[in-house]
């Protein structure tokens, strides 16, 4: 049964790639918002972006040097009968963690083995075939010149893209700028042999380091464990926020949860202190013990490394993360009579506006609001240098909404969030009202 299954699946990759060149985009609808607007249409140079697109997907920024040598995650991939260590990671099982395929990655001549039945699913060789194809959306293998893998690294595009699922579940035509919600951050790092790394750093022992990457969850990662050392919420759960989607950022002041700071600050912190790469990094606000003690204790506040492999690549990084203007919800996902009303409620009385201004749908200038304004809790405001909340951009809403919403994923729905605003703000919105809001919020 199980074998009939994957054979199926492999038919169907196959008749997919095969038929690629015969493969057209869905025509896009336009929303009655007609969000789409002149934040779209930068004067971006091509040549930039260009550039961008390919450090976004393949540049791992030397970050070989820590995913390799320090966490060994190339020895997981390979798995013991490759040279590795444990069972390997089989396709099937790297899908089952959030990774996933680019289908045009994929040769005509790989889909014909796979048609003959050459190609086994549950094979950690397989993958290791995936990743010289360079086909593993935002993970990168080295291989050296006798075919052997010999290290890997991440790009952006592991947690920033996901695929369109055209051909099969997780393997498709690449979305870059999507977040990638089924993506097991923590599980995945959970495989590596050196997890007493993590514990030295974080100064707790390895049977936690392995309870607090396997309680993420998908779409979920904690960027600060490695800056403050926290793992919990005050009430116990842990401490991870949803990945953000990397697209519609034209015309958004900050370009985190908690206003870090803009997309360059931000694309040299995670490219530095999260991915690992060799960079510069310069932010004396960690240098700040009693706030940032992880950090301060190691000095991230002032990384320095020659070559620098990440500075000189961050103007392309911006001019292609600002190339990508946020999808338009498919034609059929909302009841357009309901967001029009939704959206005089959005505009009106239900207050939505005062913040998310449209067409960026967040505020203009600061964009940054204390936890009692919003009626939440402070516990993720207060682990970033501001102590306070971004006003989170809205366009391409339905494209993230898997996990649920706001930072943490707290609300399980668009209504839920409605329910939040309109007890904090004492609205006395009606369940029409409600429910016309989650449309036009559908919509945007």
Known sequence: MKQNRISSLLSLIVLAILTASCYNDDVEIRTITEVVTETDTLHLDPVLVSQGKEVFRHDTFGDEVFWTDVLHIDKAILGQANGGYGSGVSPETALAVGLKVDAEAIPVEVAAAILAGEVDLTDPATT???????????????????????????????????????????????????????????????????????????????????????????????????????????????????????????????ATYTGWGDMVYWNAFVANLEMHGLGNFTDHRLNNASKFPIAAENNFGNVQNSPDLITPKLPALQAYQLSLNAPTPPQGSFNPEAANRGQVLFNGVAQCATCHVGPTFTDSGFNLHAPDEIGIDDFEAERSPTGLYRTTPLRGLFARSKGGFYHDGRFATLFDVIEHYDSHFGLQLSSTDKNDLVEYLKSI
């Open 128 to 254: 290791i075939e995936l990743l010289r194809l360079n086909s593993v959306v935002g993970v990168k293998g080295t291989f050296n010149n006798a075919g052997d893998m010999t290290a890997v690294g991440i790009t952006c595009a592991l947690c920033h893209s996901t695929v369109d699922d055209s051909f099969a579940p997780g393997i498709g035509k690449r979305l870059d700028g999507y977040p990638n919600r089924d993506l097991n951050v923590g599980v995945i790092i959970s495989l590596t042999d050196n997890a007493q790394f993590l514990a030295d750093l974080l100064h707790v022992d390895v049977p936690t380091v392995n309870a607090v990457l396997n309680g993420w969850g998908p779409g979920k990662f904690n960027a600060g464990l490695t800056i403050d050392g926290k793992a919990l919420k005050p009430d116990g759960s842990f401490a991870a926020n949803l990945i953000p989607a990397a697209y519609g950022l034209q015309g958004v002041n900050l």
